[in-house]
């Protein structure tokens, strides 16, 4: 009987776990990169008629903390055309040898702190209606992150905007966005550029990284 009744209470704690993500998250943590990558290559592209990218930065000393982060942005519904790293190049990066298979890596002729994930990115890309996701490193997200990002856009026509993420397109923003000097480049200092409206979502199993 005691056998019984502990096996039930653990058998309904692992369903409570698995409801709110937990063993998923467990796993980000534990699991390596290489059998979620290959899974992402097989799933279908997230927006047919437009390129999405995902992007981001990451101070040098916390590269080999975002392994759960990089496996949850690969253990998705469906995959992005691109997922960029930007790196300064005033800053030592050792980047390990298994996220070249999965970032695009460029360096950044200027450290922008916070924006290093969003301003090269806006620089670099010519077509004004390409999606951006900017991605904080500290986040694993959610298994339908992307798409329910994908799905809101589509929808409202705006920026989406939800807990470690923010949807963009470089039209979103008028030409003032280009002109940097004497501003604190941060979050708040993106979303303030925006000529559109903000939308904000909760998606769910999207959490802080544990050990970051």
Known sequence: MYLFIFMTLVSLLYTILYYYGITRYLYLHTKGTNSYLQNYKK??????????????????????????????????????????????????????????????????????????????????????????????????????YIEIMIEEYKKNNCSIESQGGILIIPEFFDMSIYNRKNKVLNNYWIKSCLKVQKKYIFIPETYKIFNY
């Open 43 to 144: 799933l279908d592209r997230a927006y047919n008629d437009k390129n999405v990218i995902i992007s981001l930065s990451v101070q040098p000393d916390k590269i080999n903390k975002i392994r759960p982060m990089i496996n949850s942005i690969l253990d998705q519904t469906v995959r992005v055309n691109q997922i960029v790293l930007n790196i300064p190049n005033n800053k030592n990066y050792n980047v390990p040898s298994e996220y070249k298979d999965i970032f695009t890596i460029f360096k950044c002729g200027r450290d922008y702190g916070e924006c290093n994930k969003f301003i090269p990115t806006l620089l670099r890309e010519e077509n004004k209606d390409t999606i951006i996701i900017l991605l904080d490193e500290k986040y694993v997200f959610g298994k339908d």
